[in-house]
């Protein structure tokens, strides 16, 4: 009953002490979604440490009425779930700027944002990685075209691992 009981805390202590191994020092490519109508962003992971890493993300958008940029940064956790699945959570902010005109309407801005991230991973043996994100975002000093303070954010990710 002793050893039962060692080996099921042993068991459980290795579980909640697994980390992911971010095994590239970088990661390069899109976040593609809804990202509050920014559309695609580029996205840039450097590795901090073992299981940490920052993601860096530049969106924009280039429409008829509106044309803006966003630019976020989060510092992220990474655990391994199995193999190459990994599943991370993070927390960061960042900035934008807008600006409207349709038929002589003309306004514009710059707004902060605070974020939150959670999402799933996989790297595949090539250097390769795809990922699945909810990013909400609570948005400060945005009287823009946007009519509320939150933006959830769901997006696919593909980059490139060096």
Same mark, same amino acid.
């Given at each position: 009953?002793?050893?039962?009981?060692?080996?099921?805390?042993?068991?459980?202590?290795?579980?909640?002490?697994?980390?992911?191994?971010? *095994?590239?020092?970088?990661?390069?490519?899109?976040?593609?979604?809804?990202?509050?109508?920014?559309?695609? *962003?580029?996205?840039?992971?450097?590795?901090?440490?073992?299981?940490?890493?920052?993601?860096?993300?530049?969106?924009?958008?280039? =429409?008829?009425?509106? @044309?803006?940029?966003?630019?976020?940064? #989060?510092?992220?956790?990474?655990?391994?779930? @199995?193999?190459?699945?990994?599943?991370?959570?993070?927390?960061?902010?960042?900035?934008? =700027?807008?600006?409207?005109?349709?038929?002589?309407?003309? @306004?514009?801005?710059?707004? #902060?944002?605070?974020?939150?991230?959670?999402?799933? *991973?996989?790297?595949?043996?090539?250097?390769?990685?795809?990922? #699945? @994100?909810?990013?909400? *975002? #609570?948005?400060?000093?945005?009287?823009?075209?946007?009519?509320?303070?939150?933006?959830?954010?769901?997006?696919?990710?593909?980059?490139?691992?060096?």
């Amino acid at each position: 009953m002793k050893k039962l009981f060692l080996s099921t805390v042993m068991l459980i202590g290795l579980a909640f002490s697994t980390n992911a191994q971010v *095994e590239s020092k970088n990661a390069l490519g899109l976040r593609l979604g809804d990202n509050d109508g920014f559309g695609g *962003e580029i996205s840039y992971q450097p590795r901090l440490t073992s299981d940490t890493r920052l993601e860096l993300d530049l969106g924009w958008r280039n =429409s008829n009425d509106v @044309d803006a940029f966003k630019l976020a940064a #989060l510092h992220q956790w990474v655990w391994n779930i @199995d193999g190459g699945f990994n599943w991370y959570a993070g927390v960061g902010g960042g900035l934008g =700027s807008w600006k409207y005109d349709n038929n002589g309407a003309n @306004d514009n801005g710059s707004f #902060l944002f605070a974020a939150g991230d959670i999402g799933i *991973e996989y790297n595949f043996d090539i250097p390769l990685q795809l990922s #699945l @994100d909810f990013r909400p *975002e #609570l948005y400060f000093n945005s009287e823009d075209y946007r009519n509320d303070n939150f933006g959830p954010d769901i997006a696919l990710g593909i980059r490139y691992r060096f």
